[in-house]
């Protein structure tokens, strides 16, 4: 797995569950230190992590992603994928999506560069996270385990899909 773009064309007619239990044991240590993390994941990796790095892989305008499709927004906006490597061997994968009109109201997101979303949204006061979902994508021999959900900002929203490999057990 190189990118978030791999895990994206092995996600065919996914389904996204409210439980974490219908796609994973919730005591393996990945549930427990990463997919029911609710705290911001910037201040975890900065905090448990320190060395990081994160690198933006791709940044394009274009129609809703396919693991958000099923949110039924015929939206076209800005998708940014990211690769963070927690350790030399481990790296956690995400995508952002942001509609035209997201875009209109919170220009920052375009700008963003190699920071971090949480890091930004962070400073927003009253931002939640909200319908946090939970969905298993087999690549090869691996089980990525995703988490998806969104942020609520100017009435507009910043939908987020973040992709855990197995090797997080590990660590």
């Known amino acids: 797995m190189k990118s978030f773009r791999d895990i994206e064309a092995a996600a ?35 905090n448990e992590f320190p060395q990081h790095d994160l690198k933006v892989t791709s940044e394009s305008i274009g129609e809703i992603p396919l693991m958000l499709r099923d949110l039924k927004e015929n939206a076209v ?31 920052w997101l375009i700008d963003l560069g190699n920071n971090p979303l949480g890091g930004k949204l962070s400073l927003i006061k009253g931002i939640e996270r909200a319908g946090l979902l939970f969905t298993r994508v087999d690549l090869g021999e691996e089980k990525i385990l995703c988490r998806r959900s969104s942020f609520e900002l100017n009435s507009e929203f910043i939908h987020l899909v973040e992709a855990f490999p197995p090797q997080l057990n590990e660590i």
């Open 77 to 107: 906006g800005l998708t940014r994928e990211i690769e963070i490597s927690v350790t030399k061997n481990v790296s956690i994968f995400a995508q952002t999506f942001a509609s035209n009109s997201t875009l209109e109201k919170n220009q």
């Open 12 to 46: 065919n007619n996914i389904k996204w569950f409210e439980n974490i239990k219908d796609v994973a044991n919730p005591e393996d240590p990945i549930c427990q230190n990463w997919l029911s993390y609710k705290a911001w994941m910037t201040d975890k990796l900065r």
